[in-house]
């Protein structure tokens, strides 16, 4: 970004903006501090001695993914191509969210696995569980990279900082409470930054909404923008997808996005599961997802629509729309919009909220990292049978050292002009081809140790390959229509693969598939308890379930 950008982003901040920062970051240090007092075993460490109540790992659950990336880049995909972007939320996660509550956390809570990883070495062996720990530690660093530069970039535009100030500060904070206090730490902090997350951006919409003139002045605008009125309606999506063709655009959503992007990301991904696996009971942790759910289906009313604002009353932003120039681009939509219509102090909880979601993707990408790194890779394969102390120790310096690599990483991500593309682009090469191992060899017990490895391995391959042809102009893909192919042909190749593989090679017996496999678990075992802490109806996950996929309709029926 160029000084002459960095000049039109600076923001205004007074002193009562950075008391309210101060104060933030006292009670984020505090918070890991205390949280230290709670860790004297690695299971306190790793995954909160699993006795956290779901309201506190619901609310986790959904700040964890509620980082830079979802705010910068559904802000950028709003001011981009409006409407559409619902459905990273409706169709890209909320299913998706109630199909791992429902049926998958009964297989991770019940099997008393620590991490996912772990799950597939029980499943399938060494070879699939080395694989996967490999690539989700990989995709780990990449991905809390993107959320460092964010930051940083953000500290350093907005307040003046030099980046690798702002680059360091902002790794040093994250650090220091989740080496602290271990998972406790992140997740305590993630349920206060999303109540500061939502206070920052709800009276940002608010404000932005009365600049425009209402709901109705803001469909006017966006109307007579470029981009024009197919920007109000969520189907069929054409300009996010890429397709020209209504029909490919639809079925690129709900296969590429709503299917496999989506349940990959959200039944298979660590970072969420851990959420999950840290509450204190069956129920609670199905409930995780459930709960996290209701909030996921109203942020993109103060995440999506501040962006498409944005697009239709920042001059700067209005010409870079209109002819791709200016010394702006979509990833700053929400920066500008709080530029021109946020005062002091109000700046300063804006600040804070923006930083906060950013130190939470990024803390939760750590916590993550530390757990599978340690007990998944070295443990398993470095040093085993240690003392249990020395595992806890390791993974406070796991720590340390994938906050260093992630400062490396931030500047892979300089590279994009919309982050959202650079994401998708992660999750079809990591979570698409995992998805397809997890739910065959979930509800197939004939899937071999063997197909669980290779399945994934060429999997990844063919994500990577759309992506090269994609990027050389073989395929022409604009949009994230690269990414929702890739994913697309990751989970298609890893199911014939494993098929094929699994009909000539050794199944596991019988035996050691109970737990593991859904027609070889007793139903007993996938059943929640609805006695004591988990008594009443509305703690009854089936209908919770239920309640949510009735609001998810109605909203893709009124905003479609």
């Given at each position: 970004m160029d000084v002459l950008a960095q000049?039109?982003?600076?923001?205004?901040?007074?002193?009562?903006?950075?008391?309210?920062?101060a104060l933030y970051f006292v009670f984020v240090l505090g918070i890991g501090y205390l949280a230290r007092r709670s860790v004297s075993t690695s299971l306190d460490f790793f995954l909160s001695g699993r006795a956290l109540p779901a309201w506190v790992t619901g609310l986790a659950f959904i700040a964890a993914n509620l980082g830079a990336i979802e705010i910068i880049g559904m802000s950028a995909n709003g001011a981009e191509y409006g409407m559409p972007t619902m459905h990273?939320?409706?169709?890209g996660a909320v299913p998706a969210m109630l199909f791992l509550g429902i049926v998958m956390m009964p297989f991770y809570y019940g099997s008393k696995v620590r991490s996912v990883p772990e799950f597939m070495l029980r499943r399938f062996g060494k070879p699939a569980h080395l694989v996967n720990g490999i690539s989700f530690a990989v995709a780990q660093v990449l991905i809390a990279g993107v959320n460092l530069y964010l930051l940083a970039s953000i500290v350093n535009v907005l307040l003046g900082w030099p980046l690798w100030v702002s680059v360091i500060v902002a790794a040093v904070i994250v650090l220091t409470y989740t080496a602290l206090g271990g998972l406790s730490a992140a997740i305590y902090n993630e349920v206060l930054q999303f109540f500061v997350i939502v206070a920052a951006l709800l009276p940002l919409t608010l404000v932005g909404l009365h600049k425009v003139g209402g709901w109705e002045g803001l469909v006017g605008k966006v109307s007579a923008s470029p981009g024009g009125a197919e920007q109000l309606s969520a189907?069929?999506?054409?300009?996010?997808?890429?397709?020209?063709?209504?029909?490919?655009?639809?079925?690129?959503?709900?296969?590429?996005?709503?299917?496999?992007?989506?349940?990959?990301?959200?039944?298979?991904?660590?970072?969420?599961?851990?959420?999950?696996?840290?509450?204190?009971?069956?129920?609670?942790?199905?409930?995780?997802?459930i709960i996290g759910a209701f909030p996921k289906l109203l942020i993109p009313f103060i995440v999506i629509v501040p962006g498409m604002i944005a697009g239709v009353a920042v001059q700067e932003l209005v010409v870079f729309k209109a002819t791709s120039t200016g010394n702006v681009d979509y990833n700053d939509a929400i920066l500008l919009l709080m530029r021109d219509l946020l005062p002091n102090g109000i700046l300063g909880v804006a600040l804070a909220g923006l930083l906060a979601?950013?130190?939470?993707?990024?803390?939760?990408?750590?916590?993550?990292?530390?757990?599978?790194?340690?007990?998944?890779?070295?443990?398993?394969?470095?040093?085993?049978?240690?003392?249990?102390?020395?595992?806890?120790?390791?993974?406070?310096?796991?720590?340390?050292?994938?906050?260093?690599?992630?400062?490396?990483?931030?500047?892979?991500?300089?590279?994009?002009?919309?982050?959202?593309?650079y994401l998708q682009q992660l999750f079809s090469f990591f979570n698409a081809p995992l998805f397809a191992t997890f739910i065959l060899g979930m509800f197939w017990k004939r899937m071999t140790p063997t197909a669980g490895w290779l399945g994934l391995v060429l999997g990844t391959a063919s994500a990577v390959t759309v992506f090269a042809l994609a990027e050389v102009g073989v395929l022409d893909l604009p949009g994230q229509g690269a990414s929702f192919v890739g994913a697309g042909a990751a989970f298609v190749v890893d199911i014939v693969v494993s098929v094929l593989v699994s009909l000539v090679t050794r199944p596991k017996p019988d035996a050691e598939l109970v737990g593991l496999v859904y027609s070889l678990t007793p139903r007993t075992k996938l059943k929640a308890s609805a006695s004591g802490e988990d008594a009443g109806w509305y703690r009854k996950p089936g209908l919770m379930a239920g309640i949510v996929l009735v609001i998810t309709i109605v909203l893709n029926i009124v905003f479609g």
């Open positions: 000049e039109e982003l600076r923001l205004d901040a007074g002193a009562v903006d950075y008391v309210l920062l990273y939320f409706w169709v189907w069929p999506g054409n300009e996010l997808t890429g397709f020209t063709n209504s029909f490919l655009s639809v079925l690129g959503i709900v296969f590429g996005l709503g299917f496999v992007l989506a349940f990959g990301y959200w039944t298979t991904n660590f970072v969420e599961v851990q959420r999950a696996m840290a509450s204190k009971s069956m129920s609670a942790a199905q409930r995780t997802p979601s950013f130190m939470a993707g990024m803390a939760a990408n750590l916590s993550s990292f530390n757990t599978v790194f340690t007990y998944d890779i070295w443990q398993a394969y470095i040093a085993k049978d240690k003392p249990d102390q020395y595992y806890l120790s390791m993974g406070r310096w796991v720590t340390v050292g994938a906050t260093v690599v992630a400062i490396g990483t931030a500047f892979i991500a300089s590279g994009y002009e919309n982050l959202m593309d």
